[in-house]
């Protein structure tokens, strides 16, 4: 079975601070892909980054960064810098290859930059 | 930029009766989701559709719910006979291809409440 685990359901961070929120996952398929979605109060979902699961290099985009270590089946978002527009839930999510095109996502972490 | 629009963006239904909910998937893009996030849990996978047919689908989709690509843009998720615990935020998500590499546009959302 699939399952993305998101284990910090509230974060704090102060203003221009980097914070990682953790993310682990399971799945026995060799080739899947990880994601991070921000959810801010508005409700819409906005994709943030991907990682692969043959990718050798870390994802990164702007501020967001992926710390894929896959022998521990992790794959945490960092944000340097971090800025009030980040207050956010963020979800870490994934697609198996060999389980069709659904995405599982974990339950989320609350994100609360501090002034 | 393109984006993934749905109406309307809020709907307050009586128990029991039916709803149709609206999207209009990224113009180039073959593969429809709909997803849905009751209040302060994680996201669900309900449904996906290409093709014109339904090619994945979760328990949480049952014969109460039905999803339909009316006319070449839009895309269609109706909920017979609502019931209380349908209550959520419902998105649709759409992508070009199907890898696991592949990201899924979020649309902002239709809340429902079922009163």
């Known amino acids: 079975a699939q399952k993305i685990t998101q284990t910090q359901p509230g974060m704090f961070v102060q203003e221009k601070e980097a914070v990682t929120l953790d993310c682990t996952y399971d799945?026995?398929?060799?080739?899947?892909?990880l994601f991070w979605y921000k959810q801010p109060s508005s409700g819409e979902m906005i994709f943030l980054i991907y990682?692969?699961?043959?990718?050798?290099q870390n994802a990164t985009e702007g501020r967001y960064s992926l710390n894929f270590q896959k022998a521990r089946k992790s794959a945490n978002l960092v944000i340097s810098a971090s800025q009030l527009g980040d207050s956010a839930m963020y979800f870490c999510?994934?697609?198996?290859?060999?389980?069709?095109?659904?995405?599982?996502f974990g339950t989320g972490t609350s994100l609360t930059v501090i002034p | 930029e393109p984006e993934v629009t749905q109406t309307p963006s809020h709907q307050v239904t009586q128990m029991g009766q039916e709803v149709i909910l609206r999207c209009v998937p990224i113009?180039?893009?073959?593969?429809f989701y709909w997803y849905r996030q009751i209040l302060g849990q994680k996201v669900e996978f309900l449904v996906s559709?290409?093709?014109?047919?339904?090619?994945?689908k979760s328990e949480i989709f049952d014969d109460q719910f039905s999803v339909e690509r009316p006319d070449g843009s839009n895309f269609t998720l109706k909920i017979r006979s609502t019931k209380l615990e349908d209550s959520a935020m419902y998105f649709c998500?759409?992508?070009?291809?199907?890898?696991?590499?592949?990201?899924?546009?979020f649309g902002p959302g239709t809340r429902l409440l079922v009163l």
């Open positions: 990682q692969g699961s043959y990718d050798q």
């Open positions: 999510a994934m697609r198996v290859m060999n389980t069709g095109n659904q995405f599982y």
């Open positions: 113009s180039n893009h073959l593969y």
């Open positions: 998500a759409s992508s070009e291809t199907r890898g696991v590499e592949e990201t899924q546009y």
């Open positions: 559709f290409y093709n014109n047919e339904i090619s994945e």
């Open positions: 799945t026995s398929d060799p080739s899947y892909g």
